[in-house]
C-alpha cells in the first residue's frame, strides 16, 4: 500500500488573544481611538472656502482634478507635493522601524487598528479567550453558539460598512453623498467601492487577522534591512528566565530566603534588633543582573503562557525575535502583571537591544534608551525626512497664484498666411487660483517683429473663472520677409499677468519659421 505523501501546508490554527492591561495596552487603545476617530470624523469636518468651491476641509475632487485639504488645494500638476509626502512617510518608517522595529505594525497599521477592534467586539459578545476556545472547539452547532456567532458576524458587517462608507466620503460631499446613498440616487461606483471595501475589511480583520501581517504584507521581510543591533525590539531575558518551569515560584522563594538569611548574618543586626533587606528594583533594566543568575538556580520564568495567550499572532518571544512579531508588546503587559503576582522585578520581557543582552549577561546595566534611539542611522533618517518637509513647505508658500502651460500645435507646424506671414499656434492652459474671477493679459517676448493674438477676441486679455483653469488657443504671426519668419526656430517667452494685482507668470516656446519645413 502506498504511503500517503505529507502535506506542505499547515492548516491554520485560529489565535484568540487574552484580554490584558497595561501602559502598552492602553497606549494602542488611545491610538486606535484617535486613528479611527480622524478616519470616520474627517469627512464631515467644513470649511469656508467661498462661493463656487467645496467647503469640506479633506477632499480628493477627481471631477476636477483636484485635491482639498484645509486651507491648502493641490492641482494637478503640483502632484510633486503627493509625492512628496509619500517619500517623507516611507522615511518615517524607515526611522521608526530602525529604532524600535515595527511600531509601525504594531500599533498604527490599519491592519492592526481594525483587527484589535474585530477582537474587541468578539470578546464583548463572546466572552475573553477560555470562552472564545470553548466555543471555537464545540463541534455541535447549537442555538447559543449560533447566536453568538451571527451577533459577532452582524457587528463586524457594520463596522466594516461604515469603513467602506467612510472612505467615500473623502472623494465627494459627504452630506451629499449619504443621502444619495440611502436614496439609492448614488453613483453606481460609490456602491461599488462601499462594497469591496465592506467585503475586504470583514475578511481581513474578522478572518484573516496574522496572516495578512505573516503572508500577505511585505515589511516584516523588508525590516531587517532596517534595523541593526542597537534597535530596540521586544525580547525576553533568558539569562534571568530560565530555566524555566512551574515549580519556580516555590524554589525561588526558597532561594531567596536562604539567600536573604545568609545576607543578614554576615552583615549582623540592623536597627531594632531585625536584619534589613535591599528593595527590589522595580525593573530588570534597573539593576544589573547576576551573570550566573541561570546557573545558581531556577529562572523567573513560572512558563505561565500568559505572553502566548495575549500575542496576537499566537508566537511565543521567549524563542527570540521571529518573523510573525508586530512589536504590540502586549507580552510585556502580561508578563509584568505574573512577575508582580510573585514578587520578582518586572521586565523579564521587555523593549531591549542586542547590544544590551550582551551587556547582560556580562553584569553591566543595558544602555540609555536615548542612545538607542540617537545614533547614526536614526539621525541620517531624520535628517533626510526633515529636508523633505522643508522643501515641500518652501515650494508651498513661493507657489504663485497664477500658473500656465504652453502647447505649440505640431500639425501643421506653421501655417503660411495669404500675405506671407508665418503662424504659429500655441495650446495654452490660464489657472486661476484664486476665490474670484480675474482678468488675465497675455504678451510675447523675445524677437520684436512677432506679434501675439487670441483666439475668439481681438484683445490680448481673457478672464479666468474663480478657482478654475482654461484652455485658450494663441496665435504668434511673425510679419513677411522678418528673421522669425525665415528662420528655422526662435525663443520666445509668452507672459501672463493678473490685471488684478499685478502677479506675473512665464513660459519659454519656440516660435517655427519656413526654414523648419
Known sequence: MAESQPSLYAAREPVFPKKVYGKFRNLKWAIMIVTLGIYYVTPWIRWDRGPELPDQAVLVDLAHRRFFFFWIEIWPHEFY?????LVMAGLGLFLFTSALGRVWC????PQTVWTDLFILVERWIEGDRNARLRLHRQKKLDARKARLRLTKWLAWLLIAVATGGAWVFYFTDAPTLLVDLFTLQAHPIAYTTIAVLTGTTFFFGGFAREQICIYACPWPRIQAAMMDEDTLVVGYRYWRGEPRGKGNVRRRQQADAMAAEASSHAAGPAEGGSYARTPMPDRASDMVPDAHAAETGPGDCIDCMACVNVCPVGIDIRDGQQLECITCALCIDACDEIMEKI???RGL???MALTDEVREREGKPPKPVWKHVFRPRTILYTSLWSLVGVGLLVALFIRPEIDMTVAPVRNPTFVTLSDGSVRNTYEVRLR?????ERPFRLTVRGDPTIRLQLEGTP????????NAQKLQRVYLIAPPGSEPAQSERTDVRLWVEDLSNGDRAYEDTIFNGKANQ
Open 349 to 351: 520581557i521587555d523593549y
Open 81 to 85: 507635493f503627493v509625492a512628496g509626502l
Open 343 to 345: 514578587g520578582k522585578p
Open 432 to 436: 486661476n487660483k484664486h476665490g474670484e
Open 106 to 109: 504594531g500599533y498604527a497599521c
Open 459 to 466: 484683445y490680448g486679455t481673457v478672464n479666468v473663472g474663480a
